[in-house]
């Protein structure tokens, strides 16, 4: 039986290869964007891939689309929460917009659009949701105090509901990438690259999106049915937790 998949910001960087790995995995897939309209339909173009516009931010918007998204490729059976920004700055500096716009998208985001998967899904007792957390969740980091504040938010949830959805076949987990050569990360001057982030990599280089995107298709597979609740780290030994 083909299972269905939606990506939120599934049509650039990390989010790209994930969509790109679920479709070579088998899933019909729809990947969500927030407002690159362009860079939308050359991936759509490139990869065949349905897209969708919509915020994620914004509760009724993504009531609206997943309605339509399900109308289009059927129930949503596997959800990856993807869609991130970052508004880096200082405590001291930082403003009420910057903090809300980061907690809005990062983390009410996956409220806004697990809620309206999650009926579905226990209704078929069955579900993979997804949920991309970042390293920097995990350890800190200055300057992104409202980034990492909704990322360990996020690690928090997905304990949360993997305890809620267990007995109704739904897994709920998450993946925490390092330093992943994206379009952002590619972008930071080769010097502060190669002093400040390469050196306290033990692996000695950038991740790889399409290594963030096999852990994400290995968990949303059928074979990942007795893993929830888990955050799997991917950040070339950087972080190490226990």
Known sequence: MSRTALVTGGTRGIGSAISIALKEAGYTVCASYAGNDEAAATFKELTGIRVHKFDVSDFNDCHTAIL???GEIGPIDILVNN???????MLHKMTL???NEVISTNLTSLFNTTKNVIDGMRER?????INISSINGQKGQMGQTNYSAAKAGVIGFTKALAQEGARKGITVNCVAPGYVATE???AIPDDVLATQILPYIPVGRLGEPAEIARCVTFLASEEAGFITGSTITVNGGQYITS
């Not at 869609?83 to 700055?89: E, K, M």
């Not at 007792?125 to 949701?129: E, H, M, T």
Request: aromatic share 10%; charged share 35%.
């Open 184 to 186: 952002m990360v590619k």
């Open 125 to 129: 007792n069955f579900g993979r949701i």
């Open 97 to 99: 917009e910057q903090w």
């Open 83 to 89: 869609a991130g920004i970052t508004r880096d700055t």
């Open 68 to 70: 339509e998204i399900e």
